[in-house]
């Protein structure tokens, strides 16, 4: 079978000819097949006939972005590129709607980076590559040395074998933030529009709705807008537990619908001029989406409540 010669190969190809030796030479000391490297030099010339290693890597490139265009399933396909566009939402990933039509999520994410790079917007994080949060300074809070631990959950909520268990966070935004609680097992998601942080805006959100008065459990970081957790159990009735500090991937289920979240409502967003109805509305689309990890059912499936109910 012929194979491309690597970048490295044309480097050292374009050397060896510089120091006279013929292409059976060149050949035998790059460990390729003579035809092969008689292909290259016929296809990847320069306009005087010579060979150079980066005039022969830009054509190679040139050459790839039109190879097999006409094997390329949804350039090919109008009714389904755009099935594929109406689809396409920051809450609806790729991997959701290839499973819809049948193809391969990664076909979808080279259409748009080759040929519709305008529909990037619509990507989950619009086409830009996810960066590591940096490390928070480490601040002492007395009110944590009595918390509940992580480690002292019961095994439904540990084994997501059962609704009811929510591990819940803030995202912060300018003018207000949301606190979000995210079911383990089911994935639903409730999110509430706080004028702040504080403790007393947390608690008075989570004693006013009736999935949280049902819940079983809560799993919050340390911040300090939990402090009143005491209050919180006795006005829920759930037992709280805290994740370790500095460790969000303790409650992962939470901080991937934060992720979420954020891409309708990115970091900076003015929460002032938003409203409960807005908040709620792209829950709704998240609590009906189908998910990979429910195999593919909704959380409101699976959390036998729906959200549009409430």
Known sequence: MYHHLTQDQRVALAALLRAGHSQRKAAQELGVNQSSLSRELVRNPRHDGSYHASHAVFLAKERRKTSKILYR?????????????????????????????????????????????????????????????????????????????????????????????????????????????????????????????????????????????????????RGSGFALWRMIERDTGAKVYFADAHAPWQRASNENANGRLRRVFPKRSDFGTITQGDVDAVVRIMNHTKRKCLNWRTPCEVFGRCCASD
Not at 146 to 171: C, K, L, Y
């Open 73 to 221: 399933k949804i350039e090919n396909n109008p009714i389904l590129a755009q099935r594929i566009e109406a689809c396409l939402h920051p809450l609806a990933s790729p991997e959701t709607i290839a499973h819809e039509e049948d193809v391969c999520a990664e076909t979808i994410y080279e259409w748009i980076y080759r040929s519709r790079p305008d529909l990037k917007e619509k990507l989950p994080q619009r086409g830009k590559k996810r960066r590591r949060y940096g490390s928070k300074r480490e601040v002492k809070q007395g009110w944590t040395k009595d918390v509940r631990s992580i480690n002292m959950r019961p095994a439904p909520a540990e084994h997501r074998s059962q609704v009811g268990h929510f591990e819940g966070d803030t995202v912060r935004g300018v003018n207000g933030a949301l606190l979000t609680l995210t079911d383990r097992k089911s994935r639903y998601e409730v999110a509430f529009k706080i004028p702040n942080e504080g403790c007393n805006p947390i608690h008075s959100a989570l004693v006013s709705h009736a999935d949280i008065t049902k819940a079983r459990s809560f799993t919050f970081d």
